[in-house]
């Protein structure tokens, strides 16, 4: 996408989610959208062999209830 079609999704979205974004916000959130898709499009092209497997998935502890609120087990 160019800076003018990120800018125009970035105001767009944020209309559709009743957002208020002064245009100087929205450049500033635009910059960062930009620069996070450039990152990603960076990750996804470096080779991995495929025996490389995933992170596991990362699932919280649960909260254990106590009688003066939630502790950690």
Do not use: N
Request: with cysteine.
């Amino acid at each position: 996408m160019t800076p003018p079609e990120v800018l125009a999704y970035v105001k767009a979205t944020a209309a559709m989610l009743e957002l208020p974004l002064d245009d100087a916000r929205a450049e500033r959130v635009a910059g960062h959208l930009t620069l996070s898709a450039a990152l990603a499009k960076a990750l996804d092209a470096y080779p991995l062999a495929p025996d490389i497997e995933p992170a596991e998935v990362y699932c919280p502890a649960p909260f254990v209830s106590g009688g003066d609120g939630l502790r950690w087990p």
